[in-house]
């Protein structure tokens, strides 16, 4: 029903920043919350940051909070998330999702739709 792809993963050292962005397809994007979750491997699958329909309410992660920002361009068709002072603990696989709902869930189970991950890994 709609597609995801994420771009803008790659090696930054520790400190620097990145942009990642989710590209959707179709006309109804702005009927989805959004929220990027990451993987490390061997772990689960953890919540970083969500937004709501409007972009008017966002949500982060402990531990990214003050770090990362969650934006969106309903116009676009596209979600962004800035991360900053990068930590190696910021490796992971980051993925995008879509929820029907209207705030930004923080569970993965509460999101429909999943692009195919992009690569963040922060090492010297």
């Known amino acids: 029903q709609v597609q995801l792809v994420e771009s803008g993963g790659g090696l930054v050292q520790p400190g620097g920043s990145l942009r990642l962005s989710c590209a959707a397809s179709?006309?109804?994007?702005?009927?989805?919350?959004m929220g990027w979750f990451r993987q490390a491997p061997g772990k689960e699958r953890k919540f970083v940051a969500a937004i709501s329909r409007s972009g008017a309410f966002t949500s982060y992660a402990d531990s990214v909070k003050g770090r990362f920002t969650i934006s969106r361009d309903n116009a676009e068709n596209t979600v962004y998330l800035q991360m900053n002072s990068l930590k190696p603990e910021d490796t992971a696989v980051y993925y995008c999702a879509a929820s029907n709902s209207r705030m930004g869930p923080t569970t993965s189970t509460a999101y429909d739709y999943w692009g195919q991950g992009t690569q963040v890994t922060v090492s010297s």
């Open positions: 179709g006309r109804t994007f702005s009927s989805y919350a």
